[in-house]
């Protein structure tokens, strides 16, 4: 089979124009990879072309030998659909997790996402924490996001809890809350440290005056994620912006009801009295 023609490159493909059309993507901000199932490798095999073994820059054991599709560093997600085979590519990692090789993709030469470190870090922590249903890790530059981190204090509750009080879905659809990650260089094996240990707690990460780390089990539910989240920091911006107190709120006693009837867990370390 073609590349473009199996089901989760497409999935990728729209993905990314997605996130694109969303504004979250000026530039070559922002990167996407999806670790690949077995059955998805064998589909596309036909089209590989390894190239040569380089080092990842951190050490991911347990992923030895999985396969990414990945977006290229400098890349931009608005050309992601129409050129695939130029902005992604798919890479395959070594027997010890500490190198890979391109087998497909970036034709005009490049490599994969500056943030490889990251995610690839995140990948690990997650597939272990779901029993290998997480599949996606998605990087976006979220407007409304990153405004909140000049902002609030950087802190995990106090994110979780004012993005939950914003709009009623979110401690449904983020119940274990987000974590923040300080402001760092981006890039290398510090940060990506700094984010996979927040992602054994939580499936998003923040990072201050830069943008958003999410994890999940498809892409769907990973963009879904994302949008929930930068969402919710739209709607805080927006009530900022007309006063600086709430009127009125969604209280811990609203939570823990809601808790109930939605059937999630919802962590008492953020229900916290203000
Ligand atoms: P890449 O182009 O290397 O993916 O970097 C974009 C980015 O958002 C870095 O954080
Ligand atoms: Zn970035």
């Known amino acids: 089979m073609k590349m473009t023609e199996a089901k989760f490159v497409q999935g990728f493909i729209r993905m990314a124009n997605d996130g694109w059309e969303q504004g979250w993507h000026e530039r070559n901000g922002g990167n996407l990879s ?7 490798v064998d589909q596309v095999k036909e089209n590989f072309m390894p190239g040569e073994w380089k080092p990842i820059g951190t050490s991911v054991p347990k992923l030895a030998k999985e396969y990414f599709l990945v977006t290229g560093s400098g890349k931009y997600f608005r050309n992601v659909i129409l050129d695939p085979e130029d902005s992604v590519c798919m890479i395959e990692l070594d027997e010890t997790g500490e190198n890979y090789r391109i ?39 979220t407007t409304n996001v990153i405004a909140l981190t000049f902002v609030l204090p950087l802190e995990d509750k106090v994110f979780t809890r004012e993005l939950w009080e914003m709009a009623t879905e979110c401690p449904v659809v983020f119940p274990d809350g987000v974590g923040v990650v300080p402001w760092m260089v981006p890039g290398g094996r510090e940060i990506a440290v700094a984010t996979s240990e927040l992602m054994k707690k939580y499936d998003v990460a923040i990072w201050a005056h830069h943008g958003m780390f999410a994890s999940g089990e498809d892409f769907d539910l990973t963009f879904g994620l994302m949008h929930t989240v930068e969402k919710s920091a739209e709607i805080l911006v927006k009530m900022l912006s007309m006063q600086p107190n709430k009127r009125q709120t ?10 109930v009837d939605f ?12």
Request: proline share 6%; hydrophobic share 35%.
């Open 250 to 259: 969604i209280m811990p006693e609203d939570f823990r009801n809601l808790a």
């Open 34 to 40: 999806y670790r690949v199932k077995a059955e998805e």
């Open 103 to 141: 087998v497909w993709g970036l034709a005009n030469g490049g490599r994969p996402t500056s943030e490889l470190p990251s995610h690839l870090m995140n990948h690990e922590v997650k597939m272990l924490a779901s029993g290998g249903k997480h599949r996606v890790i998605y990087h976006a530059h």
């Open 263 to 274: 059937k999630v867990t919802l962590p008492e370390e953020f229900l916290y009295e203000k």
